[in-house]
């Protein structure tokens, strides 16, 4: 398994050039879904019902729409919907809503729907209501292919969980993972890429060698990653859907940890080309290398500041890991993280506020959330080798590699820390985990 950061983030220079046991894990290289396991609820979910979309469909629906909705809000850590046992009625339109019904369940929100086939299509008709104010609040009629049943869910679901909490939904977002099979000189790996929710994993890429560090574009059409395909690594960058793919980096030594600017313009890298593994960043346009950094410490791990003005990155240059800050076109870094003896792996959220990133305490490895305004650290996961962040696109949740008994899983977290969830595969380990942006 991937040598996990718990000495120095000198690993991280070793693991690179040593091909990284890395994911030597067991995974199926197959297609594969991965299934959500509800690991903690939150203590301030909205109790919401969401009732079976009517059908007349000859022979059902091949995807239970509702069902997916209900998932969604449910995994989101916001919402506790009620289980269809608990349901006093089951109408298919607001019309047929009897509101003080309802409030005896408790239920603060209601999701009515049907679901009529029109042609080789299907129309969707669904309706959001507010019980406490006893009024409708959205509803919306759409046309969806068989094949787009789950993916109109979960923009239902979108649109759901915005008009209640005011922030856009991430649910017809996808996430990138990499996977591995076999052991030694039989391994192979893989780079997949799915639904948020872990269903219709599509193979990107396979390989003998290992794969790390995917990375999306900001436009999500694109990942960036690392692979030793070559013997060394080296940094690629793919298109998700034609499989079209340039070599961008292939530099003696490290070439790794690639991070996109929010202008998709520029990517930043960690290389050891001239000594020491240090921060650069790439104009893609004409392949103009600046180097950032300058230090005999090790310097990887960049990421963006929403705005595109700075960097965060992991240095060892106080004597342990820990996150630093610089602007973007060079000058001098400051220190950000100063609670705990190692922080690494920081990631910003969307708004530019706060960083998420792995720190270390005496249980373990662990997902982390600091305040950039007041420094506060708040460690949201109990879980003991957490490793590689990945944020949400609205901030929400965390997603993230770790363990459970044996077999590396990914697991995600709400940002507040009530609410955690784990999707392992049913093959085998996967790690890497790259949560995209907004697709539209």
Not at 2 to 29: D, P, Y
Not at 280 to 306: C, F, G, H, K
Request: hydrophobic letters at 35%; glycine letters at 8%.
């Amino acid at each position: 398994m991937k040598q996990r950061m718990s000495q120095s983030l000198r690993r991280l220079a070793a693991a690179w050039l040593a091909s990284l046991v890395a994911l030597c894990l067991a995974a199926n290289a197959q297609a594969q879904n991965l299934t959500i396991e509800i690991t903690r609820g939150s203590d301030q979910a909205i109790p919401i019902a969401i009732v079976p979309f009517e059908s007349q469909a000859a022979g059902g629906l091949p995807q239970d729409v509702a069902q997916i909705v209900s998932d969604d809000l449910e995994h989101s850590g916001q919402f506790e919907p009620l289980s269809r046992s608990a349901l006093i009625s089951l109408p298919s339109s607001s019309k047929d809503v009897f509101y003080d019904d309802w409030k005896r369940v408790n239920a603060r929100y209601l999701v009515v729907g049907k679901i009529e086939p029109q042609g080789s299509d299907y129309r969707i008709q669904y309706e959001l209501m507010d019980i406490a104010g006893g009024k409708r609040m959205l509803g919306e009629t759409l046309t969806s292919s068989a094949s787009d049943l789950r993916a109109s869910a979960h923009y239902i679901s979108d649109q759901i969980f915005e008009a209640i909490t005011g922030i856009r939904g991430a649910f017809s977002t996808r996430i990138a993972y990499v996977a591995a099979s076999g052991s030694g000189d039989n391994a192979r790996y893989a780079l997949y890429v799915a639904d948020a929710d872990g269903y219709n994993a599509q193979q990107v890429l396979s390989s003998d060698d290992p794969i790390l560090s995917p990375a999306w574009s900001p436009d999500g059409s694109k990942l960036a990653y690392v692979s030793f395909e070559s013997g060394n690594s080296a940094i690629y960058v793919q298109n998700v859907a034609t499989g079209e793919r340039l070599r961008l980096t292939s530099f003696p030594g490290i070439n790794g940890a690639p991070a996109w600017s929010p202008d998709g313009r520029k990517m930043a890298m960690s290389l050891s080309k001239d000594g020491q593994p240090e921060i650069y960043v790439m104009d893609l346009a004409s392949r103009q290398l600046t180097r950032l950094t300058n230090n005999r410490a090790i310097e990887t791990e960049p990421d963006w500041s929403p705005d595109g003005r700075s960097l965060i990155f992991t240095s060892d240059r106080s004597g342990a890991p820990q996150l630093y800050r610089m602007p973007a076109g060079g000058g001098e870094a400051q220190r950000v993280t100063f609670t705990g003896s190692y922080n690494s792996d920081g990631r910003f959220s969307p708004d530019g506020k706060a960083l998420f990133m792995i720190t270390r305490d005496d249980s373990g490895f662990h997902v982390a959330k600091q305040d950039l305004d007041t420094s506060r650290v708040t460690v949201l996961t109990d879980t003991r080798w957490d490793e590689s962040p990945s944020v949400a696109p609205n901030g929400t949740m965390v997603i993230f590699a770790t363990q459970q008994g044996s077999q590396g899983v990914l697991g995600a977290v709400s940002s507040d820390g009530r609410a955690s969830f784990r999707l392992p595969s049913q093959q085998g380990d996967v790690r890497e985990p790259a949560w995209s942006p907004y697709l539209n």
